[in-house]
């Protein structure tokens, strides 16, 4: 009987088992496991109220708990989503997703480690491939509620921005504006804004971003509400319209009924009128001459100097920022971003270039009317992209466009060959190293490489462009003359920002530290191989940079022939092995004060002793004692145009030679 009873106890334990083993069953059959877009951060293509992944990975889900979810951010304008499965239980980028449960993945914005992501979760296959910023309402009003501060968070405006650009159209009827570039407006309050003006025969039109509660060229924006962007003259040949629908200010209409547009300086107009009235047209014809006269002679006397950097109009903004490279068919297209999920045709010819993270090639792009331009390739490796995505941001910033910065044509992922590209301007004199060591330099060639280095340093540490934007300071890191291309004019242009580091106002002294010792050994500030950085103090981070520009204006002069005793190139602290180590540095740099030498027959030249001078103030071994890279800017400027003696009969007996300058 106890047998029996074990036996029976037995045969209900089982089916105890196997019914439970059939509940899980049908409970899994009843959650099956999601299926999700899965890719790493990448640009993401939005309009309206909506944006769609590019993503072309879909997932299964490891855990049937899993949903769809995407964290969504914008940097320098691009819109970059990542999208992955998640465990709903667990927080995402520090944050726990609230709503989940419908198919639509509605994105909420929220506030973690001073960085302001969109996040949303759904429910569904592939729910999480479009994201909705808000569903619109009945009046169209684009609005999204914020999660942390629970009131309404307006979105901001789409726009085209591409400041000022050459166009064909004529000023009549309807045009568009050629613009290549759509930018998410920085602030909420911002409208589309276009200006057409023509000048001299040339024509261009700017696209922008602009606050209406702020004068336009000294115009009061009073259309800003309509969706069309409606030409208003301000003067002849220069009109003005602004307008708050997506990527409105793309198309300009001209009207025949054109009015001016309100000034809020009614008084000063009549005033000026009644003047030009009034004064007799002979006065009038000498105050031009007298000005044609004035203007000829301070242009005249700015092609010896670097680039004024306040007071510009927009054309003389849109010159500087053309600079000199409108000569160089490599960099025609330049700062255009590519938006099309097309990749350029493009043909490498050879390698030019290697470094710790990517090759760069020489390579050819095609145009559609089959002739080539010659372009800059920079190629990661798939493991790379970290590496790829920091240098990409770095140059997505249009506000980056600088004469004195190698300029970017678009940025591109090659799946089928697991790479990521960089194309640029091609130069084909190569980095600054490779051309000292092959060239002898003159004085006004000195001026000019080591002037046109000192810009590019100074835009890169400004807080506003030379035309007065606003921009976000950038530190190199990395200084050195290998990092320096020469352009055929004998100008410099910084590259390669891989270590580049955006001095954003909202960045903390942690997200700093964090940053890491970086740059190469051979160019790092004391301070930098002792890794005492004041990260109180964003300066210091320019101060570095300035310390490792010493070094390369000290490359540039000793290669100068007006001091009539030029060694062979040699890099600075050239004593030391080819790459030594941090240890190394610090021992020369650090313990022992070394400095590269600066040679006796460098005073013979006055401009060579001002020079040298100006270069030990900036490897000062205090940060603080160093100048700024500005300052720089006008040294070498007042150095250049000042009048400079020729060496002495002693100086040129002694060296066997006669000076060129």
């Excluded at 807080?463 to 530190?475: F, M, N, S």
Aim: hydrophobic content about 35%.
């Amino acid at each position: 009987m106890e047998r029996l009873g074990s036996v029976g106890f037995g045969s209900v334990l089982l089916l105890v088992c196997l019914m439970m083993s059939g509940a899980s069953a049908l409970l899994h059959s009843a959650n099956p496991h999601s299926q999700c877009k899965s890719c790493d951060p990448q640009p993401a293509d939005c309009k309206s109220y909506q944006c769609i992944s590019n993503c072309s990975v879909s997932r299964v889900c490891p855990n049937p708990q899993d949903i769809c979810a995407v964290a969504w951010w914008r940097d320098a304008g691009i819109v970059t989503v990542e999208t992955r499965c998640h465990d709903p239980s667990k927080p995402l980028y520090g944050v726990m997703l609230e709503d989940y449960s419908s198919s639509d993945c509605v994105l909420t914005i929220r506030h973690t480690s001073g960085i302001t992501l969109r996040l949303c979760g759904c429910t569904g296959h592939e729910c999480n491939k479009r994201m909705l910023l808000n569903k619109p309402s009945d009046n169209s009003e684009l609005d999204l509620l914020n999660a942390s501060e629970n009131k309404p968070f307006k979105l901001r405006q789409l726009c085209k921005f591409c400041d000022i650009e050459s166009t064909t159209c004529n000023g009549t009827g309807v045009c568009n504006s050629s613009c290549k570039i759509t930018s998410i407006c920085e602030d909420a309050d911002e409208v589309c804004v276009s200006a057409w003006r023509r000048s001299e025969g040339n024509t261009t039109v700017e696209t922008v971003c602009h606050n209406p509660a702020l004068p336009f060229y000294g115009q009061n924006l009073k259309d800003y509400n309509s969706s069309r962007c409606e030409m208003k003259r301000v003067e002849d040949d220069f009109y003005i319209c602004s307008c708050s629908g997506e990527e409105c200010n793309d198309r300009l209409i001209f009207t025949d009924d054109a009015g001016p547009v309100s000034t809020g300086g009614n008084q000063k107009n009549l005033l000026s009128l009644l003047l030009v009235i009034l004064v007799p047209s002979v006065v009038m014809g000498g105050v031009m001459l007298v000005s044609l006269f004035y203007f000829y002679y301070v242009c005249r006397q700015e092609k010896l100097k670097a680039p004024a950097t306040k007071g510009m109009d927009s054309e003389t903004c849109a010159i500087i920022m053309s600079g000199d490279d409108r000569s160089d068919s490599s960099s025609a297209n330049a700062n255009s971003l590519n938006h099309n999920m097309e990749l350029l045709p493009i043909q490498l010819d050879a390698i030019v270039g290697k470094g710790r993270f990517a090759e760069v090639f020489r390579a050819k792009l095609k145009h559609a009317s089959e002739s080539f331009q010659t372009v800059a390739v920079k190629i990661f490796p798939y493991e790379e992209y970290a590496s790829w995505k920091s240098e990409w941001e770095i140059f997505s910033d249009a506000e980056l466009r600088h004469e004195n910065v190698l300029q970017f044509l678009t940025a591109e992922d090659r799946k089928a060959a697991r790479q990521y590209w960089l194309i640029t301007a091609y130069h084909e004199r190569g980095n600054l190293q490779e051309f000292l060591s092959q060239h002898v330099i003159s004085w006004d060639e000195l001026c000019r490489l080591g002037g046109s280095l000192a810009r590019g340093v100074a835009h890169l540490h400004a807080d506003q462009t030379q035309c007065g934007r606003a921009k976000v300071a950038i530190v190199h890191r990395d200084l050195k003359s290998t990092n320096v291309l020469v352009k055929s004019d004998l100008t410099c242009c910084l590259c390669d920002f891989g270590l580049s580091l955006r001095l954003d106002s909202s960045t903390s002294p942690e997200e700093l530290a964090n940053s890491g010792q970086v740059g190469t050994a051979r160019y790092m500030a004391p301070e930098v191989l002792e890794s005492r950085m004041d990260l109180e103090n964003i300066e210091s981070f320019k101060q570095a940079d300035v310390y490792s520009m010493a070094l390369v204006l000290w490359e540039i002069t000793s290669r100068c022939s007006a001091t009539g005793d030029v060694q062979e190139y040699k890099p600075p602290f050239g004593k030391l092995k080819e790459h030594p180590c941090v240890e190394s540095m610090k021992d020369d740099v650090i313990r022992d004060r070394q400095r590269p030498e600066i040679p006796a027959s460098w005073s013979n030249h006055t401009g060579v002793h001002l020079l040298s001078s100006t270069i030990e103030e900036c490897w000062d071994h205090d940060p603080e004692a160093r100048l700024t890279a500005q300052c720089v800017v006008e040294r070498i400027s007042d150095i250049s145009s000042a009048v400079i003696p020729p060496l002495s009969a002693d100086i040129i007996k002694s060296t066997g030679g006669s000076d060129e300058k």
